[in-house]
């Protein structure tokens, strides 16, 4: 049959079309073919280049003896943090090497881990290693479980080469039961034996530090960093000791040194964020406590101060909410309590924060900050009565300060005893009119001589029958009582400061100065300072109470009320432009609600001739107290540097009746004419 169509005709015209595209067809399919196998080829070097390099870049299999040699080195040279992860990784190569666990718990030990410490030594002598090897470690373990009796059980089954280890726990478990005394003559009685033991000197100067005795721990910590300056402890340790003696801004570069050992050492972490706190460095802190939670996550402590970091920017809520995930760990510590309180009573919860200081002057009934803020809040809380009671030591003090002395007025008011009301606005319209006194007891002297020789060991129950003595008038008594204290304890500034009061007392500043210097040589603190440069000012030292102040002040640049007594003093000298630079600071950080504050703004405008702002802060002043004498006399300055003679007359006037004594007010109303 012949082909039809056009497909027929145009084959049958061109015959060599048909082959040719044949040909094509054949061709493209040896190609493709080609092609295929050399990308097939390609896909596969790439795939053995790629296996080749994985096989070459992996990291090497553990070995397990290398790991543990890398723990045992970075052990001994303070890198704790390091010495648990080589630890680790040795276990991960043989899980059951007994001596990697042993390490792994000294490690955990060093980072105050017990309870992973105790499970790696049992994991230790699963695998083989003897238990007797081990008693020291587990004693250690069990004291940081807290379980005193048990980690001095324990050290005394410590085999002979590890005598040194158990006597340093036994001697931290008596500590921990209260009894730094035994401790401390367990640490001598090592010590004697062997005197290059850096760890015990670095126990002993725990000790001491904890126990108040900051002369006997700063030379036991100064032996410390001599023998073991690499060990993260014994440069904490220092950090503190220093920061107790000097400030916060010298104690900074040990906790910086320790770190530098091991960058995730909890206890430095700790103090160093405290210590940056302090010394107004905020953002600092936070990043310090945020690595202290990368190091021992739901830290306790890193919490606590992370809720301080929130109260102070106003964020209540958070705060108590930081506060509330730190748990019990430090619900009991003082600052946690006064924080607590001070978050309570800010949401206008006053029982609640009434009973939070309550326990809180329970502890510290000589907290004197502690009082005012629970009178406060009794006030707040309508119990009148008890806020008088737990006010009326302060009260009797005669440097009672302006605030409690108007809680105290307010608090007879609410319980209607005007005249007592009123007595103590006088007082509080006086200012302050004493230098800081010791306080007050109103138990007899001999209750208190027989809880001391009841406690003959422990010489701070004798500060409580000197006060008792100077509370009677028995100023000779005392100060001869402090003379043995001293000698007894002369590295304990509590002490020092007991010895310089009795002498104030007795008007023998001069002699109460060089007390005091010695006093601020171990713990150069607020209350110190302000000792201190309270008897220079009155042995007429002016310029060493000036000089006293700035070093403080180098040292403590947040210091509240070393700011306003450096301001104040800058207003006393006429150098108005620094103060008004150091009292505009205080104010944006206290508010408008400090009297004193605003009187000294008011003199210090006035002087630089800005009238109007004399007289803003003037008025403030005068509407906070308007029965204060340096309020009158302030407003009376600010008005007259305004052109208000007549106004600033009045004032005047009306200050040298409320304090005719005062030589600087009567000056200044002769110089008005």
Same mark, same amino acid.
């Given at each position: 049959?012949?082909?039809?169509?056009?497909?027929?005709?145009?084959?049958?015209?061109?015959?060599?079309?048909?082959?040719?595209?044949?040909?094509?067809?054949?061709?493209?399919?040896?190609?493709?073919?080609?092609?295929?196998?050399?990308?097939?080829?390609?896909?596969?070097?790439?795939?053995?280049?790629?296996?080749?390099?994985?096989?070459?870049?992996?990291?090497?299999?553990?070995?397990?003896?290398?790991?543990?040699?890398?723990?045992?080195?970075?052990?001994?040279?303070?890198?704790?943090?390091?010495?648990?992860?080589?630890?680790?990784?040795?276990?991960?190569?043989?899980?059951?090497?007994?001596?990697? #666990?042993?390490?792994? =718990?000294? /490690?955990? %030990?060093?980072? @105050? &881990?017990?309870?992973? *410490?105790?499970? !790696?030594? $049992?994991? +230790?002598?699963?695998?083989?290693?003897?238990?007797?090897?081990? #008693?020291?470690?587990? =004693?250690? /373990?069990? %004291?940081?479980? @807290? &379980?005193?009796?048990? *980690?001095?059980? !324990?050290? $005394?089954? +410590?085999?002979?080469?590890?005598?040194?280890?158990?006597?340093?726990?036994?001697?931290? =478990?008596? /500590?921990?039961?209260?009894?730094?005394?035994?401790?401390? *003559?367990?640490?001598?009685?090592?010590?004697?034996?062997?005197?290059?033991?850096?760890?015990?000197?670095?126990?002993?100067?725990?000790?001491?530090?904890?126990?108040?005795?900051?002369?006997?721990?700063?030379?036991?910590?100064?032996?410390?960093?001599?023998?073991?300056?690499?060990?993260?402890?014994?440069?904490?340790?220092?950090?503190?000791?220093?920061?107790?003696?000097?400030?916060?801004?010298?104690?900074?570069?040990?906790?910086?040194?320790?770190?530098?050992?091991?960058?995730?050492?909890?206890?430095?972490?700790?103090?160093?964020?405290?210590?940056?706190?302090?010394?107004?460095?905020?953002?600092?802190?936070?990043?310090?406590?945020?690595?202290?939670?990368?190091?021992?996550?739901?830290?306790?402590?890193?919490?606590?101060?992370?809720?301080?970091?929130?109260?102070?920017?106003?964020?209540?809520?958070?705060?108590?909410?930081?506060?509330?995930?730190?748990?019990?760990?430090?619900?009991?510590?003082?600052?946690?309590?006064?924080?607590?309180?001070?978050?309570?009573?800010?949401?206008?919860?006053?029982?609640?924060?009434?009973?939070?200081?309550?326990?809180?002057?329970?502890?510290?009934?000589?907290?004197?900050?502690?009082?005012?803020?629970?009178?406060?809040?009794?006030?707040?809380?309508?119990?009148?009565?008890?806020?008088?009671?737990?006010?009326?030591?302060?009260?009797?003090?005669?440097?009672?300060?302006?605030?409690?002395?108007?809680?105290?007025?307010?608090?007879?008011?609410?319980?209607?005893?005007?005249?007592?009301?009123?007595?103590?606005?006088?007082?509080?319209?006086?200012?302050?009119?004493?230098?800081?006194?010791?306080?007050?007891?109103?138990?007899?002297?001999?209750?208190?001589?027989?809880?001391?020789?009841?406690?003959?060991?422990?010489?701070?129950?004798?500060?409580?029958?000197?006060?008792?003595?100077?509370?009677?008038?028995?100023?000779?008594?005392?100060?001869?009582?402090?003379?043995?204290?001293?000698?007894?304890?002369?590295?304990?500034?509590?002490?020092?400061?007991?010895?310089?009061?009795?002498?104030?007392?007795?008007?023998?500043?001069?002699?109460?100065?060089?007390?005091?210097?010695?006093?601020?040589?171990?713990?150069?603190?607020?209350?110190?300072?302000?000792?201190?440069?309270?008897?220079?000012?009155?042995?007429?030292?002016?310029?060493?109470?000036?000089?006293?102040?700035?070093?403080?002040?180098?040292?403590?640049?947040?210091?509240?009320?070393?700011?306003?007594?450096?301001?104040?003093?800058?207003?006393?000298?006429?150098?108005?432009?620094?103060?008004?630079?150091?009292?505009?600071?205080?104010?944006?950080?206290?508010?408008?609600?400090?009297?004193?504050?605003?009187?000294?703004?008011?003199?210090?405008?006035?002087?630089?001739?800005?009238?109007?702002?004399?007289?803003?802060?003037?008025?403030?002043?005068?509407?906070?107290?308007?029965?204060?004498?340096?309020?009158?006399?302030?407003?009376?300055?600010?008005?007259?540097?305004?052109?208000?003679?007549?106004?600033?007359?009045?004032?005047?006037?009306?200050?040298?009746?409320?304090?005719?004594?005062?030589?600087?007010?009567?000056?200044?109303?002769?110089?008005?004419?």
């Amino acid at each position: 049959m012949p082909e039809t169509g056009s497909a027929a005709t145009h084959t049958h015209r061109y015959p060599l079309l048909s082959r040719g595209r044949r040909r094509r067809l054949k061709m493209r399919g040896v190609v493709t073919a080609r092609y295929t196998r050399l990308v097939a080829i390609g896909v596969l070097c790439l795939l053995i280049v790629g296996i080749a390099i994985a096989l070459a870049t992996r990291p090497p299999r553990p070995d397990a003896r290398r790991s543990l040699a890398d723990s045992l080195t970075t052990l001994a040279a303070g890198n704790y943090s390091a010495a648990r992860t080589n630890a680790q990784a040795a276990i991960k190569a043989v899980p059951t090497l007994g001596i990697a #666990h042993a390490v792994l =718990a000294r /490690a955990y %030990l060093e980072l @105050g &881990d017990g309870l992973a *410490a105790e499970a !790696e030594l $049992a994991r +230790a002598t699963d695998a083989g290693l003897s238990a007797d090897r081990l #008693h020291q470690l587990q =004693a250690h /373990a069990r %004291l940081l479980q @807290g &379980d005193p009796d048990g *980690a001095i059980d !324990e050290a $005394a089954q +410590a085999q002979p080469r590890y005598a040194g280890y158990a006597v340093r726990i036994q001697a931290r =478990a008596l /500590a921990s039961q209260g009894k730094p005394v035994e401790a401390q *003559a367990v640490l001598r009685a090592l010590l004697e034996q062997v005197p290059t033991d850096g760890a015990a000197w670095t126990d002993l100067g725990r000790i001491r530090l904890t126990a108040g005795d900051v002369g006997g721990a700063s030379v036991a910590a100064a032996r410390a960093v001599t023998l073991a300056r690499g060990e993260p402890a014994v440069l904490t340790l220092q950090g503190e000791v220093i920061r107790s003696r000097y400030g916060l801004v010298a104690a900074l570069p040990w906790f910086e040194a320790a770190l530098q050992r091991d960058a995730y050492y909890h206890p430095a972490l700790i103090e160093y964020a405290a210590t940056l706190g302090e010394a107004g460095r905020n953002a600092d802190m936070l990043a310090a406590t945020r690595r202290a939670l990368l190091a021992r996550p739901g830290s306790p402590q890193a919490l606590y101060l992370q809720a301080v970091l929130a109260a102070r920017a106003g964020r209540i809520d958070l705060a108590r909410g930081l506060l509330q995930r730190a748990g019990g760990a430090v619900t009991g510590l003082p600052g946690a309590m006064l924080l607590s309180g001070s978050l309570y009573y800010a949401e206008g919860k006053f029982e609640q924060a009434a009973v939070t200081w309550r326990q809180l002057v329970a502890i510290q009934p000589l907290n004197v900050t502690a009082r005012r803020l629970l009178g406060a809040a009794l006030l707040r809380s309508g119990d009148a009565q008890a806020a008088l009671g737990v006010l009326r030591p302060i009260g009797l003090r005669t440097d009672a300060d302006s605030y409690a002395l108007t809680t105290i007025a307010r608090a007879f008011e609410a319980a209607g005893d005007t005249q007592a009301a009123a007595q103590f606005v006088d007082r509080e319209a006086g200012g302050r009119t004493a230098s800081a006194a010791i306080f007050a007891t109103d138990d007899s002297v001999g209750a208190l001589l027989a809880v001391a020789d009841a406690a003959s060991n422990d010489p701070t129950y004798v500060l409580g029958v000197i006060r008792g003595q100077i509370a009677r008038g028995d100023t000779v008594g005392a100060i001869a009582r402090a003379r043995a204290l001293v000698t007894a304890s002369p590295g304990a500034p509590a002490a020092q400061l007991a010895l310089g009061d009795a002498l104030g007392v007795a008007g023998r500043y001069p002699e109460a100065a060089g007390v005091y210097a010695r006093a601020a040589d171990l713990s150069f603190d607020e209350p110190t300072m302000l000792r201190l440069v309270d008897a220079l000012g009155r042995a007429g030292r002016a310029q060493d109470a000036a000089a006293s102040l700035a070093l403080y002040l180098s040292q403590n640049p947040q210091s509240l009320t070393g700011l306003r007594l450096l301001g104040h003093w800058q207003v006393a000298s006429g150098d108005w432009d620094k103060a008004i630079e150091t009292l505009e600071g205080v104010r944006r950080r206290v508010g408008n609600r400090d009297g004193g504050v605003l009187s000294d703004l008011a003199l210090a405008y006035a002087g630089s001739d800005d009238g109007a702002i004399a007289v803003r802060y003037g008025n403030a002043a005068y509407s906070l107290a308007p029965m204060n004498a340096a309020a009158a006399d302030a407003y009376g300055i600010a008005l007259a540097a305004s052109g208000n003679v007549g106004g600033a007359r009045q004032l005047l006037d009306k200050a040298v009746r409320l304090a005719p004594g005062d030589a600087v007010i009567a000056g200044h109303r002769r110089q008005l004419g």
